[in-house]
T-cell receptor, first 116, second 115 residues
Framework: AQSVTQPDIHITVSEGASLELRCNYS??????LFWYVQSPGQGLQLLLK??????LVQGIKGFEAEFKRSQSSFNLRKPSVHWSDAAEYFC??????????????FGRGTQLTVWP | NAGVTQTPKFRVLKTGQSMTLLCAQD?????MYWYRQDPGMGLRLIHY???????AKGEVPDGYNVSRLKKQNFLLGLESAAPSQTSVYFC??????????????FGDGTRLSIL
């Protein structure tokens, strides 16, 4: 069965501090992995994606994510958080037979608060 | 660039009322999706469509119907609204092909409250 676990519902960091958002997945095929960001009142924007190759992937807005197959994890990181990064972040998995249909399975999200 | 446009943005209904949510995309995308987003549960797929005139059920289709009469529009209907359908509804669209190369584009959502 496919599932995505984001264990942290809410994270608070100070501006300029580093950030790591956790994501663990369970998927029956080789996974395609994604991180999306949702700002208040807006839809989801794709931050980065991963399927194969270098396990450290770079995305937009200075974010990166590391894929660890042994841990079934795809954690999102940013070295220095800006106040504008305050948003909700979703990890998602897809692929295998569902890849052409584009079906994604989302985690419950992590709300990020940034203190000035 | 409009992208994916959802109307209305907000709506309050009474139990038993019906309504239709409209999703319109101007990117000539074949595939379209309807999700609902509930607190602590992320996004769940309600229905999707891989082309004009075709629809299919997702994870949580009960209580909803959809239609794709025109390629650019994907309608989500609630025939008899229930409080359990209070949620934020998102529409997305994409081109055919691998989701890695053709990611989903999302609208800004419709916030629906059922009293």
């Amino acid at each position: 069965a496919q599932s995505v676990t984001q264990p942290d519902i809410h994270i608070t960091v100070s501006e300029g501090a580093s950030l790591e958002l956790r994501c663990n997945y369970s998927y029956g095929a080789t996974p395609y992995l994604f991180w999306y960001v949702q700002s208040p009142g807006q839809g989801l924007q794709l931050l980065l994606k991963y399927f194969s190759g270098d396990t450290l992937v770079q995305g937009i807005k200075g974010f990166e994510a590391e894929f660890k197959r042994s841990q079934s994890s795809f954690n999102l990181r940013k070295p220095s958080v800006h106040w504008s990064d305050a948003a909700e972040y979703f990890c998602a998995v897809g692929g295998g037979r569902g890849s052409t249909l584009g079906r994604l399975y989302f985690g419950r999200g992590t709300q990020l608060t940034v203190w000035p | 660039n409009a992208g994916v446009t959802q109307t209305p943005k907000f709506r309050v209904l009474k139990t038993g009322q019906s309504m239709t949510l409209l999703c319109a995309q101007d990117m000539n995308h074949e595939y379209m999706y309807w999700y609902r987003q509930d607190p602590g549960m992320g996004l769940r797929l309600i229905h999707y469509s891989v082309g004009e005139g075709t629809t299919a059920k997702g994870e949580v289709p009960d209580g909803y119907n959809v239609s794709r009469l025109k390629k650019q529009n994907f309608l989500l209907g609630l025939e008899s609204a229930a409080p359990s359908q209070t949620s934020v509804y998102f529409c997305a669209s994409r081109k055919p092909g691998s989701i890695l190369n053709q990611p989903q584009h999302f609208g800004d959502g419709t916030r629906l409250s059922i009293l």
